[in-house]
């Protein structure tokens, strides 16, 4: 998927601008882009720090990070959040919760009166905590209902996803 900062010049058919900006590790979570992006500007939530490629140490940093409840420093910035008011928010399900640098990104921009639909890859646990983390961070946006999607979804992705736009009122395709 190309990483390219937003530009916010797309709109979708809502005639609302639209932001998809995800964060992953494993390539889980921007393998279901292709079925989320409905028209939108993607924006690849990036640190500065690099997490380690092996597993085991990825899991044992994730869990410190959340255990110190870390603002991860961010590599790339969204120029224009003034100018979305739909934000796709794409994140792993990291100890059963958002990864830091979700937490990082959204303290960043003032997020009052955008909405903002959460998705989530896990391996089992679903959205766990991550709705309510959201919330707490930006409590002055307005939180859809989020899609939890196992790993990179399955064969039902696409009805999963029509049926998820359909719930929170985004026109589909
Ligand atoms: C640090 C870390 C913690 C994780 N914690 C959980 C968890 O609590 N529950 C769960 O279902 N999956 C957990 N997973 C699995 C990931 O959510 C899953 O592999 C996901 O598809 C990764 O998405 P990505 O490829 O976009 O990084 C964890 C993975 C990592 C790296």
Partial sequence: MTDMAASGEQEDRNGKNILIAYFTR??????????????????????VQRYPVNYDELINVGG????????????????????????????????????????????EYDFSGKTILPFCSHGG?????????????????????????NYSGGSGMPDDVAAWLDVNGIERQ
């Fill in 26 to 47: 494993l390539d889980n979570t921007d393998a279901t882009l292709d079925e989320i992006v409905q028209g939108g500007d993607l924006f690849s939530i990036r640190t």
């Fill in 125 to 149: 646990g679903g959205l766990g905590q991550s709705q309510t983390a959201i919330a707490k961070l930006v409590p002055d946006a307005n939180m859809a209902e989020g899609l939890a999607i």
């Fill in 64 to 107: 410190e990070e959340r255990r110190e409840n870390a603002r991860p420093e961010l590599a790339a910035h969204v120029e224009n959040m003034e100018s979305y008011d739909i934000i796709f928010l794409g994140y792993p399900n990291w100890w059963a919760s958002i990864p830091m640098p979700i937490a990082s990104f959204l303290e």
